[in-house]
């Protein structure tokens, strides 16, 4: 506890400052304990009503991170102008000034030629700054290409969208709920809200019983009620069968969804029921869904499908009803970052409707609302040969027929990140001749490694920003160094869960050691000058239009920039004038101590019948997804049976828009390649940022089967038995597109015939710890070097899970 003697007495001489962590998706409020300008211990920020005190062990990584005496220290540039695998950049330090010249040299050279969709901006992680640099700059400039990661981290989950009308990542109501059935999703280990739920977890242990669907023994499913170690890629049968269970047995939550309008239930198992005797309250399409599919989905059917025994998939089905409303059926990226996971989606998304657990007390939440304020128009800012820019079709080719990523509902709506390593190699739409990226290392995360080595090798300058050499640096023309976010920097993001938001404000809280400047707003607007000074000072005066909002100055140099921005982002939130709801702050001052703007409490159930849906209902039978598929179809002049087939999915006809098993699509031959791959986070990945701390390596273990300082691959004793591999032995795995080498450990938590392996390793840059040797061999193995590339398309997410056949050999 912060207030303990001991906290008091040992860190007497500093002082706590707020800030936020960005170490994975779940963005916790943290404080930061400094001592003459240096961070020596961070804690989770007491002000925050989400995660509170708590905090996840791999927060602490954060202090290795920023004091990494690998970070790159100044800026950089290439003298090797050969770009490749075994090139060595030759990377020599320069200014600030000289490297900047050269950025804005070639962004000149593009808009002089009217060439500037071959201008191309990367983004991985990020702040809620992010619009001044990954929007306004390539829209100024006049490029469309404007491209972030999302679709490799977890678009896929947020197809729910097609059934509750919400884009968004959820909140789960731990405290209150009385059952939480997880799919595919590690929340105390790896995502989203790790710190907070890690501390509402034994209550729910007290209260709830709770079921982890998973192929292997997760770090959450060790501490669960009940395992179900489903056959990767079977989650649409198994949830298909628990649907159906609920509704022979009579289970359903009548106050949601409704009931036989005799109250005499027709669910009977191979019968079709008429669709008028069933009056829907707050869902839609019930009846449909039973007669097309759900009256022949049982668990008999579907026990030899995915692995788990009819009498276990009965029995949850039941318990899980049982608890109704104050149920979670919580779908992770696990069923949804597949080929045609999005039906594994919507068959697990869809217990939440029939439970009643949906918006409901102890169930699935949307995030609270809250207000950032958005930053000026840039209408006035974009000139002719920006208007025609932004307008020629994106790099990542989203809403082509074979790439509906129906984000929001709309065709080509969503991001298309691991393909526009393809695009560039085939200069299709066009060749990219200058691009930056930041916050990314997508030659290292995204599967199909080798592609990205070939693209970023034909681009004829790129500046990467960047803490680390990462990878992707190794491409680069020039490297500049940024700040760490949550140490050096001004920025904000939030996060939500158990009821409510906080939103965290982040600060230079230590002194910076290296020539770092901020990547958001210092960079952009060094860069800005440097364009203005060339005649084009179009984004320069777009970026004074964000005024103090105590002053009404403009800013006159970069630090102003930095500081103005994020008071304009935040005002709503600091200035009790302009404060929408929520906590509420005397101003700025008070508010840059507290660090943490909280939410009012959740309404719950405000969204029955109040959905974003096409009738507003939560759809078991989505119109609203059939509206979507429909107009990407009608836009390539041809049918959703179509499109589907383009798409490699098995559904036609109105299959398409209802919740059903899809058989998963798998690269390799069973016979050939007789296991299944199972790729996983670990508990101490920072995304891909932690690779260099020490303590990552020494404390490797804290993955249930894994051992420090060794990159394993897990497999069952059964089978490391009849392959004669014992723990140790060096094995490879090869799957239909390469080969990686590894050490083995036997484990029960992996199921017999599959191999379970932790994304992470397997750097062959980064820093004197991720690498074995430091631009030439790679410490482990990259599992995105054997995982096939593919996707779910109608979402646009890149695939990790349920496609991967392989075989493993000793080595
Ligand atoms: P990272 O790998 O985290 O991000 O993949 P990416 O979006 O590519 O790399 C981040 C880069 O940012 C590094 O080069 C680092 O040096 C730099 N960096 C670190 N801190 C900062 C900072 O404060 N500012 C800036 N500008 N740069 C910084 C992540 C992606 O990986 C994600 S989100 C997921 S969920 C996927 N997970 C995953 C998986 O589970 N399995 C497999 N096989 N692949 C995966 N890839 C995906
Ligand atoms: Fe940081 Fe994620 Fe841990 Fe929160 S859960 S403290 S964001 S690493």
Redesign the pocket.
């Known amino acids: 506890a912060p207030d303990t003697a001991h906290a008091k007495g040992a860190l007497a001489e500093g002082k706590w400052v707020s800030s936020c962590c ?1 170490g ?2 779940s963005w916790c409020s943290k404080q930061v304990y400094v001592i003459n300008g240096r961070a020596v211990k961070i804690r989770g920020n007491p002000h925050s009503k989400t995660n509170g005190i708590n905090s996840c062990p791999r927060a602490h990584l954060a202090l290795q ?1 920023v004091y990494d005496p690998d970070r ?1 220290k100044s800026p950089m540039k290439r003298t090797n102008p050969k770009k490749g695998r075994n090139e060595d950049p030759g990377f020599v330090p320069i200014s600030w000034d000289e490297a900047l010249d050269m950025l804005a040299d070639r962004i000149m050279e593009l808009r002089e030629k009217d060439e500037t969709h071959k201008f191309m901006l990367m ?3 990020y702040t809620e700054l992010r619009d001044l640099l990954y929007d306004r700059l390539p829209k100024i400039i006049g490029s469309p290409n404007n491209i972030s ?1 999302s679709s ?3 678009e896929a989950e947020k197809m729910r969208y097609f059934q509750e009308g919400q884009w968004a990542y959820m909140q789960y109501d731990i405290p209150n709920t009385r059952y939480v059935l997880i799919w595919g999703a590690d929340p105390l280990v ?2 989203r809200g790790v710190s907070s739920y890690l501390n509402s977890w034994g209550r729910a242990l007290d209260n709830a019983r709770i079921a982890s669907v998973e192929p292997r023994l997760s770090g959450t499913g060790s501490k669960c009620d009940e395992w179900l170690p489903v056959k990767p890629g079977y989650d649409g049968a198994l949830a298909s069968a628990m649907a159906h269970t609920i509704l022979v047995e009579g289970m359903w939550h009548k106050p949601f969804v409704g009931d036989f309008f005799d109250g005499e239930n027709r669910f009977i198992p191979g019968h079709e029921i008429n669709e008028y005797t069933f009056l829907e309250e707050h869902t839609h399409g019930l009846a449909k869904w039973w007669n097309l599919y759900l009256k022949d989905a049982s668990p008999e059917w579907a026990e030899p499908l995915c692995g788990i025994p009819a009498d276990q998939i009965r029995r949850v089905a039941l318990g899980f009803a049982a608890a109704a409303p104050n149920c979670i059926s919580w779908v992770g ?1 696990g069923p949804a970052m597949q080929p045609r996971g999005t039906y594994g989606v919507l068959a697990a998304n869809a217990l939440n409707g029939l439970t009643g657990g949906c918006d409901n007390i102890g169930g699935v939440l949307r995030y609270n609302s809250r207000s950032y304020q958005g930053f000026p128009s840039l209408d006035d800012y974009m000139d002719d040969i920006a208007k025609v820019g932004v307008k020629k079709e994106k790099i990542d080719q989203r809403g082509r027929l074979e790439w509906p990523n129906l984000a929001s509902g709309r065709s080509g709506g969503g991001v298309n ?1 691991n393909n526009v390593a393809d695009a560039i190699i085939n200069e299709d739409p066009n060749e990219i001749k200058v691009a930056m990226g ?5 030659n ?4 199909g490694t080798g592609r990205w080595d070939q693209a970023m090798s034909k681009i004829d300058f790129f500046a ?10 190794f491409y680069a023309d020039i490297v500049l160094p ?5 140490f ?2 001004w920025g904000t993001l939030d996060n939500s869960s158990n009821g409510y938001r906080s939103v965290s404000l982040m600060q230079p809280a230590i002194e910076r050691l290296w020539d770092t400047k901020s ?2 707003t210092e960079i952009p607007w060094l860069l800005a000058e440097k364009l203005a000074q060339r005649g084009f000072d179009n984004l320069l005066r777009y970026y004074q239009t964000i005024v103090d909002p105590e002053t009404g100055k403009s800013p006159a140099n970069d630090k102003e920039f930095e500081l103005y921005a994020i008071k304009h982002r935040m005002q709503h939130f600091w200035d009790p004038a302009q404060s929408k709801g929520g906590d509420k702050f005397s101003g700025w001052e008070e508010f840059v101590e507290v660090g943490v703007w909280n939410s009012d409490p959740y309404s719950y159930r405000a969204r029955w019948s109040n959905m974003g849906t096409k009738t507003g209902k939560f759809e078991f039978y989505s119109e609203t997804l059939k509206d979507a598929l429909e107009s990407h179809a009608e836009k390539h002049n041809t049918t959703v049976d179509h499109v589907m087939e383009v798409c490699n999915y098995l559904a036609r006809g109105d299959l398409a828009f209802i919740p059903h098993y899809e058989e998963p699509y798998e690269w390799g031959d069973p016979v050939e390649y007789p296991f299944k791959f199972v ?3 670990a508990r101490l ?5 932690s690779s260099n701390c020490p303590w990552y390596l020494q404390l490797k273990d804290l993955d249930p089967g894994d051992k420090s300082y060794e990159d394993v691959a897990k497999l069952n004793p059964i089978d490391g038995e009849r392959l004669g591999i014992r723990t140790g032995d060096k094995i490879r795995l090869t799957t239909p597109v390469g080969s990686i080498v590894c050490t083995a450990s036997l484990w029960e938590g992996a199921q017999p015939g599959t191999v379970a392996k ?3 390793q397997g750097h062959w840059a ?1 820093g004197r710890y991720a690498a074995k040797v430091f631009g030439k061999e790679a410490l482990g193995a ?3 070097d054997i ?1 096939p590339v593919d996707n779910d398309r109608l979402s646009g997410s ?1 695939a ?1 899970y349920g496609h991967i056949r392989l075989k493993v050999e000793k080595a």
């Not at 930041?438 to 997508?442: A, E, K, L, V």
């Not at 290292?444 to 599967?447: A, K, Q």
């Not at 990467?464 to 640096?473: G, K, Q």
């Not at 990945?685 to 940022?689: C, F, L």
């Open positions: 960005v994975c998706t991170q790159v983004r991985g992680r990661h490799i981290c977890a790896a995502n990226g990140t930041y916050f990314n290392n997508f290292f995360s995204c599967p990467h920003l960047t803490t680390h050499a990462s990878e992707m640096s940024v700040n760490h976010c949550m050096e920097s990547m958001e790729d996983y986070k990945n920072r995304e891909g940022r932790c994304f992470g980064y990259n599992n995105n995982i890149t990790f």
